[in-house]
Every structure is written in structure tokens, then in C-alpha cells.
């Protein structure tokens, strides 16, 4: 009978548990694939002056709040709120602009990770990541 | 007198409203319980074939209806002044009591119970002497005078009656001498004719055939005058005892017309007892007594005169019991109006000329307000009656002045529905219609102010027509629109016959009268913590009135309160006219949480977030312009410089 040194399983077993919190965690704290390099999207700055933020790339956390138009085979209009790192900092809704080609189904109260472009004055989503 | 109505009120009160409702003359009208008090007669028999309820004084025609008969008592102005007379006057001097007794004697005198054979003249001459004493009094007004003469006529009628008499007698005498002379003349003649008849027979021719005849004639001839003579004297006795006989009865029919009751029963008493049985019919007067017994087959008698004067007499006596009790229980105008009843149907009696001068002075006082009452009626003077009736009640809580004030009120707004009438139809340009109802207006109240006014307004239209239509013209085009708004009526008036303009005008009214609902809403609004409704109905209705200096006040105070939102919507349409739909709909989203309730945000929200899913496609392919420099867009822009 061959004997396995009980402080293999001590430790080992806490190690195997560690690796695979690890390996569940760290990907969600490093911002979600490409949309962790980009810049949070700054809802106040738009609100101000949408057109100092043209043609760049934002990261945007937000919540659905309401679909406002969806016209078929161009996209649809979505109400939404951003998710602020700081919870004590509430934002208003915004408009956010969702191509058909993003494709995805939406519901009130879904959360999702958004690669946004301010086209003009339109925040164009690029992609989308629920979460 | 029971149940007489006084028909005071009816030309007093009455005809205070008589133009708005006037009742039939006469008309029962009965106040302060008036028509309660009979007299302890009304279950007598006699009461039974009166008809008493057609007793009533109608003062106005100077008539009384007494039993169903009509007494005049004069035109209507000296009945009145009669009356006013009697209660200014006092009472009558002497001792009443006395006067009383002493027409009581007489008449118990002459009552067939104490006349006898023994004391036939007696009683009569005693009746005769009391006669003069009676008229001593001031009361009696020497009627007692009249009946002593008349009764010494009736006595000389009787001496000449005997003279005329013995005269007849004397002439009788004569006759039936001259009778025995002429028989005995015809005797004679009859046997000489017969001696001479018989003388001729033997042979001897006819000589002379009669002597004597001639005187035989005269004598008839004296027989005859006789005897005419006689007839002369009987119908001269006829005609003096017929002569007595209507002189007493029309004296007797006299003092009951003129209500001197006892004289009549005195007059009545000496002629029963002067007259013999045969003379007893009525012959003057009859018919008159007949109306007080409407029976077919009645007949007169002197006593159908007693019983008159006795029941008018307990009337009056029972009337002015009435009035003392009723002064006593403070109904005065009760009490006024059964005096004057009283006093008309026997002002001569003792009871009523002994009446109490201040009594009467108080009844004095009262009927001068009631006249003027009456006068205030006459003269339509509306207003200034419900003073006076407060007055009268003041002094007379009996007074029925609650129907008259009643009915002034009904006259008063007839005449002013009827001003209005008119007012409506001037309006409308019916002035056929104006000036009926106007007349109406004015007949039913004269003095009514608003036809004054109405007066003044005519006269003032057309001068106000003249200036009123370039005033309006002028506001119109200058978009005045409050400026009409407050000029409404004025411009109503003086436009009414301006169909175009008065269309302008409603329009214009009708316009600021939705606005004025709109500012009310948001001052509503604001004052129930709902400021940004509030601002949401003033930025609807300032897109249309944005020149409204209450709309632009109204603003002013809400705006304040509403910064923030206000700002959004205003950055919000400026950004969409800018051709910014997505930052324009981001602002109605802020608008919207602050305000989540608005119409005007969801609409506008709608509106942006449809066109934006429609037009992304296009900005999308447009390329993305250059972001301007934040050190540019700090620039304040400068002026073209001049050339």
C-alpha cells in the first residue's frame, strides 16, 4: 500500500484551490479582454461638450435602462446608465447607439462592457461584453 | 259691524303694487286678523237674510257697502278728508251720557207700550219739550230741532185739519138746506102743474103752464157749488194729511241715509204715534229699505226703519268695543282700520265722536304713513318703499307689510329683467325690441337706476363707437393682445353691430383667455411642488405668446426654480436645431430624470431617439470631423473689421 504524505494533501490542496480562484479572477480584474487599455468613457465631458470627445474610443460599464428606437437592419437606440467605479458617483443616462451588426439580445437591467465611438455626436458601440 | 274688510289696505298697500299685480278694486284683503270680530248679532235673525259679507268701505269711490247696500258717502277726496278730520278733531263737549239718556227718554215716551189714551198728548208734548233740550247739545247738531219741527208741523197740519173740518160741516149743513129747499120748490111746482091739469080737462083751454122754476133753478145751482165745495175741502184735507205724511217718512228715510240712527228711530217713533193706522204704509223710501231685504215679496214698514237704524247702531257700538281692544293689544293698524269701518257707518254716533283724541291722534299719525305709503305706490317710487313700510311697521306691527315688500321685489326685478331685455336687444341693434322693453321697464319702476344708466350708456355709444374702432383696429395690428383682453367689454359694446370686428374680438378673447388658463395651470402647478410641470406648460404656450407680459412675469417667477432643467431644454433645442440629435437627446434624458413625469420630455426623447437610430447610418459614413482646439474655441470672436 503505498502511502501518500499527508502534508501533500495539506498543502496541495489549498494550492490547487488558489490557482483556480486565481485563474477566475485575474481575468475579470484585468478590464475584460482589449476594452481594460481603453480610457473610461467620461459621461460629463460629452454632456458638456460632446465634440472634444470625436472619433475617440471609450470603455463604458453600463446598465440598460431603456430601449428608445430600434429600427430594423440599422441598429437600435438604448437608454443606459454608466457604472461608475466609485459607487458613491451616480451618473445620468445617456444615449448609446447599438449597430445590428453587435448583434446580442438586450433587457432592461442587463449590465454590459461597451467599446464605444463618439462619431459626431453619436456613441457608436463597437463592442459589447455582458457581465 | 262684524266682518267688515277694510278695503285700506286695498287702496293703500294694494296699490303700492298694483302696477305689478294689481287686484280688483275692493279686493279682500284682510290684515292683522281684521275680518275675526262679529258682533254679538251675527246668529241674530236679521243677520239671516243680510248679506254680510258684502259689508266693506271702498274708500277710494267714497262708497260703503253695508248688509248689500250701497251708501254713497261722497267723492273720495272728502271721505277722506272726513275722516282725517274727525281724528284731528277732538272730542265733542258735553255731557254724552246725558244726551244719551235724554234720546232714550224721548223715544220711551212715544213707545207704544207707555202711550195711552189718558196720556196721549201728554207723553207727546213732553217727547216734544226734550226735543229742544237734545238739541242743545253739540253732538245732536240740532237734528233734534228738525223732528220739533216737523212734529209742530204735523200739529198745525192737524188744527187746519179741524178748522177744514168744521168748515165741511158748516157746508154740509148748508147743502142739505138748500137740499130741503129745492125738494120743497119741486113739490110745489109738481102740484100746481097738477091742480092746473085737472082745471083743464073741463073744457077751459091751457093757460100759463108752471111758475117758480127759475128760482127752483138757482136754488139747484147753489146746491151744486155746495157740494163741489165740499169736495174741495176733503181733497184738501187728502192732500195735507198726504203732504204730512211724505214730509215725516222722507225726514225718517233722511236721518237713516245720513246714519243719524237715532234721530231716524225718534222721527219713526213720533210718527206712529201722530199718524193714524192708516197711515202706516211707507211711501217714501221704500225701495231703498227693499234693498236691504233682498226678498221679492217684502214689504216696508217703519219698523224695517227701527231695525236698520237699531242694527247699525249695535254695530258700531260692537266696532269701537273692537277698536279699544285691539289699541289695547297693540294691533294697532287692525284697530285703525276698524275705526275707519266704525267711523263711516256711524260717524254720528255718540261712541264714535266720544272716541279719545290721543287714541285718535296715534290713528292720525299712522294714516298720514300710510298715505304717503299710498303716495309712494301711486308714484311707483319702489325704492323708497321698504323704508316707509319698515316705518309703518314700526309704528304698527301689525302691519301687513311682508306682501307688500314681497311684491315691490317681484316689480323691482321685473323691471330690471326687462332693462335687460332691452339692454340684450340694444346689443343685438333690435331697438324696436330696446325701446318696448324699456318702456316696460320704466312703467313698472321709474326711478329704477339702472335705466338711467342704461340711458347714459345709449347716449355715450356712439361717441365710444367713434373712438373705440381705431383703438382696436390699431391694437389688432400692433398684436395687443392683453391690451383687447382687458378692453373686452368696452370693445363688445361699441363693435356689437360690427360683425367682423366683434369675430376678431372673440378670437383675440378667446386666445388670451386660454392663455390665462395655461398660466394659471403653471402657477398651480409651481405651487404644488411641481415646478418642472410648471415650466413645461409655460414653454409650450411661449412658443405661440412669447410677448404676454403676464406669461413672460409668470416665467420669470417659475424659472428660478427650475434652473437646471430649464438649461437642459434649452441646451437640448439648441443642440437639435444645431443638427445634434444624439447630445440633444442626451440632454432630454437628463431633462427627463429630473423631471420624469413630462409629456414634453418622453415626446422630444421619442422624437430624437427615432430620428437618431434613423440617421446613425449617415453620421456613421461621414467622416469624423477634427475636433476644434480648445485654445479656438476660448476665442472670443472678433468683429469683421471694417473696410
Request: charged share 25%; with cysteine.
Amino acid at each position: 500500500m503505498s502511502k501518500i504524505n499527508p502534508l501533500f494533501f495539506a498543502l496541495g490542496i489549498p494550492v490547487v484551490v488558489i490557482v483556480i480562484l486565481v485563474a477566475i479572477v485575474v481575468p475579470r480584474m484585468g478590464g475584460g479582454g482589449d476594452l481594460g487599455n481603453l480610457t473610461r468613457f467620461d459621461a460629463s465631458a460629452y454632456r458638456k461638450d460632446w465634440a472634444t470627445l470625436q472619433g475617440n474610443a471609450y470603455r463604458l460599464d453600463c446598465q440598460i435602462e431603456q430601449q428608445l428606437a430600434f429600427v430594423e437592419g440599422r441598429g437600435r437606440v438604448l437608454a443606459v446608465k454608466p457604472i461608475e467605479k466609485d459607487p458613491s458617483r451616480t451618473s445620468g443616462r445617456i444615449p448609446i447607439f447599438v449597430p445590428v451588426s453587435a448583434g446580442d439580445t438586450f433587457e432592461v437591467g442587463q449590465r454590459f462592457k461597451c467599446r464605444l465611438r463618439v462619431t459626431h455626436d453619436l456613441l457608436v458601440v463597437e463592442a459589447l461584453e455582458r457581465f | 259691524m262684524r266682518h267688515i274688510i277694510l278695503s285700506c289696505f286695498g287702496w293703500c298697500a294694494l296699490t303700492v303694487i298694483g302696477f305689478a299685480q294689481a287686484p280688483p278694486p275692493g279686493a279682500a284683503v284682510s290684515g292683522g286678523g281684521g275680518g275675526d270680530y262679529k258682533s254679538s248679532s251675527a246668529e241674530g235673525g236679521a243677520d239671516r237674510i243680510f248679506n254680510v259679507n258684502s259689508d266693506t268701505v271702498d274708500v277710494e269711490n267714497g262708497t260703503m257697502q253695508w248688509k248689500g247696500t250701497t251708501m254713497n258717502l261722497g267723492n273720495s277726496r272728502a271721505v277722506r278728508a272726513r275722516f282725517e278730520r274727525y281724528l284731528a278733531s277732538p272730542p265733542d263737549a258735553g255731557d254724552l251720557k246725558r244726551y244719551i239718556a235724554m234720546l232714550d227718554q224721548i223715544q220711551q215716551l212715544l213707545s207704544p207700550g207707555n202711550i195711552t189714551q189718558d196720556n196721549y198728548y201728554r207723553n207727546q208734548q213732553e217727547a216734544f219739550n226734550l226735543l229742544f233740550k237734545a238739541a242743545e247739545f253739540d253732538v245732536d247738531a240740532s237734528n233734534c230741532l228738525t223732528i220739533a219741527t216737523q212734529v209742530q208741523k204735523v200739529w198745525s197740519m192737524k188744527t187746519e185739519f179741524r178748522q177744514i173740518e168744521v168748515t165741511k160741516n158748516n157746508l154740509e149743513t148748508l147743502r142739505k138746506h138748500q137740499e130741503s129747499i129745492i125738494v120743497n120748490r119741486a113739490d110745489m111746482i109738481e102740484e100746481a102743474n097738477d091742480a092746473r091739469s085737472s082745471a083743464a080737462t073741463k073744457a077751459k083751454p091751457l093757460g100759463k103752464a108752471s111758475t117758480g122754476t127759475t128760482e127752483l133753478a138757482f136754488k139747484v145751482k147753489d146746491e151744486a157749488r155746495t157740494q163741489a165745495e165740499i169736495l174741495a175741502k176733503n181733497a184738501e184735507m187728502t192732500a195735507i194729511g198726504l203732504k204730512a205724511k211724505i214730509e215725516f217718512q222722507s225726514q225718517m228715510v233722511a236721518f237713516l241715509m245720513a246714519r243719524r240712527y237715532r234721530h231716524s228711530i225718534i222721527t219713526s217713533a213720533f210718527y206712529r204715534v201722530l199718524f193714524k193706522g192708516g197711515s202706516q204704509n211707507i211711501v217714501v223710501g221704500a225701495k231703498e229699505v227693499k234693498e236691504f231685504f233682498p226678498i221679492s215679496d217684502f214689504v216696508p214698514t217703519l219698523e224695517s226703519f227701527d231695525m236698520l237704524s237699531r242694527e247699525a247702531m249695535k254695530d258700531v257700538s260692537k266696532g269701537m268695543l273692537t277698536v279699544d281692544d285691539l289699541v289695547k293689544q297693540g294691533e294697532l293698524y287692525s284697530a285703525f282700520e276698524r275705526l275707519q269701518e266704525t267711523f263711516f257707518l256711524g260717524e254720528f254716533e255718540p261712541v264714535v265722536m266720544a272716541y279719545p283724541q290721543d287714541k285718535k291722534r296715534e290713528m292720525l299719525e299712522l294714516w298720514k304713513d300710510l298715505r304717503e305709503l299710498q303716495r309712494l305706490g301711486d308714484e311707483h317710487d319702489l325704492a323708497s318703499v321698504e323704508g316707509y313700510v319698515n316705518k309703518v311697521r314700526g309704528r304698527a306691527r301689525d302691519f301687513p307689510g311682508a306682501a307688500i315688500l314681497s311684491k315691490v321685489n317681484n316689480a323691482i326685478n321685473a323691471s330690471n329683467m326687462s332693462l335687460l331685455s332691452a339692454k340684450s336687444a340694444a346689443l343685438t341693434g333690435d331697438m324696436t325690441k330696446a325701446e318696448s322693453a324699456l318702456a316696460r321697464a320704466t312703467k313698472i319702476w321709474p326711478q329704477n337706476p339702472g335705466v338711467k344708466q342704461f340711458a347714459d350708456q345709449v347716449v355715450g355709444r356712439q361717441d365710444t363707437l367713434a373712438q373705440k374702432v381705431p383703438e382696436f383696429d390699431r391694437m389688432l395690428t400692433e398684436a395687443k393682445w392683453r391690451e383687447i383682453y382687458n378692453k373686452k367689454l368696452e370693445f363688445a359694446l361699441a363693435l356689437a353691430q360690427d360683425k367682423e370686428r366683434s369675430e376678431k374680438l372673440r378670437k383675440v378673447v378667446n386666445r388670451v383667455g386660454e392663455l390665462d388658463a395655461n398660466i394659471q395651470k403653471a402657477s398651480v402647478l409651481a405651487s404644488q411642488n411641481n415646478p418642472y410641470l410648471a415650466w413645461d406648460v409655460i414653454v409650450e404656450i411661449y412658443k405661440t405668446e412669447s410677448d404676454d407680459l403676464v406669461l413672460a412675469k409668470t416665467r420669470s417667477d417659475i424659472a428660478p426654480l427650475v434652473a437646471n432643467y430649464a438649461q437642459l431644454i434649452g441646451r437640448a433645442e439648441k443642440l437639435e436645431k444645431d443638427g445634434s440629435e444624439a447630445a440633444a437627446l442626451t440632454a432630454w434624458l437628463s431633462a427627463q430624470d429630473l423631471n420624469p413625469v413630462s409629456p414634453a420630455c418622453e415626446a422630444a426623447v421619442k422624437r430624437l431617439a427615432k430620428s437618431v437610430a434613423e440617421g446613425a447610418a449617415r453620421k456613421l459614413s461621414q467622416p469624423t470631423p477634427t475636433p476644434p482646439s480648445a485654445s479656438a474655441g476660448d476665442e472670443i470672436a472678433v468683429p469683421p473689421a471694417k473696410k
